[in-house]
């Protein structure tokens, strides 16, 4: 079984147009990263806390904090970031969540120093997990994991580390799926978006093997939908249909057509509809 997620910010900045985008794409899972103008790793508890019980109220539940967490360059203070790390975890529990989206690190001066990222983030890493939060890291483009060399690397020295397996990020830092999908087993869940070239596009319309991904699936598994998309030209080379029946020029409408572009590539590769899940061939 697949369940789709989705960055609800992406349709819009206030609670209720995030609510509304999800419940008519028949999405319950959120991704929670921006909310009514507020990144949301960083709000109150009580505000965390009373999110949590009006998503409840829709039947939508945090899938995922989607932080900016160790997204910095190196050369910070380990001490006091580590006090937002905590903060960070306090609201990923406050909100329902039990995983956490971090980054491995900008490099300073050029230059990445692998082993302080190594002892970095097991230290942040062993914070979030005495709140029992999973720790999941991206692959994204200009930190240290945006190559296969480098995320070979990283999850080998931290094999407690939870991982989100983003294709389009790997395409835009030109890392072909042949080097990358050696990752897709380790993957706690999947960022879906797609690439051609550094142009980020809509799912199965691009150079990332979203398809290919999808069928070497062999266990449940949770796939976040993060459009990325800005209204351009090429639009109609990748899908017609999408381009004359969604308003790329509106937020929600670029929502609302990587939404559509997801459910069409699973349903391409034999999956069924079943409420807000898709199982393989009906099952």
Not at 34 to 45: C, E, R, V, W
Not at 117 to 139: K, M, P, Q, T
Not at 207 to 220: K, L, Q, V
Request: proline content about 2%.
């Amino acid at each position: 079984m697949i369940r789709l997620c989705a960055f609800a910010d992406e349709a819009a900045k206030d609670f209720d147009g995030q609510v509304r985008a999800l419940k008519e794409n028949n999405i319950s899972l959120l991704e929670m990263r921006k909310i009514d103008g507020n990144n949301a790793a960083f709000m109150s508890l009580e505000q965390a806390k009373e999110y949590k019980e009006r998503l409840s109220e829709h039947g939508i539940s945090v899938w995922s904090l989607g932080s900016p967490i160790c997204k910095i360059r190196q050369g910070f203070d380990r001490t006091e970031y580590a006090k937002k790390v905590e903060h960070a975890c306090l609201v990923a529990n406050a909100l329902g969540a039990k995983n956490m989206r971090v980054f491995s690190f900008y490099p300073k001066f050029f230059k990445f120093d692998k082993k302080q990222i190594v002892e970095d983030l097991r230290y942040f890493n062993s914070i979030a997990e005495s709140h029992g939060i999973r720790f999941c890291c991206e692959n994204d483009t200009g930190l240290f994991n945006a190559t296969a060399d480098r995320c070979a690397w990283l999850l080998e020295q931290l094999p407690e580390l939870g991982y989100i397996y983003d294709p389009a990020n790997f395409r835009v830092s030109n890392q072909t799926f042949e080097q990358t999908k050696q990752f897709l087993p380790k993957a706690d869940y999947f960022h879906l978006k797609d690439a051609v070239g550094k142009k980020v596009v809509p799912a199965g319309f691009g150079e990332g093997h979203i398809a290919d991904i999808i069928n070497s699936i062999d266990r449940d598994a949770v796939f976040t939908i993060e459009p990325h998309l800005t209204f351009f030209r090429g639009s109609k080379q990748y899908n017609s249909v999408f381009a004359d029946q969604f308003d790329l020029k509106s937020a929600r409408g670029r929502f609302d057509c990587a939404v559509a572009a997801a459910k069409k590539v699973l349903t391409d590769c034999g999956y069924t509809a079943n409420n807000d899940s898709f199982t393989k061939g009906g099952e």
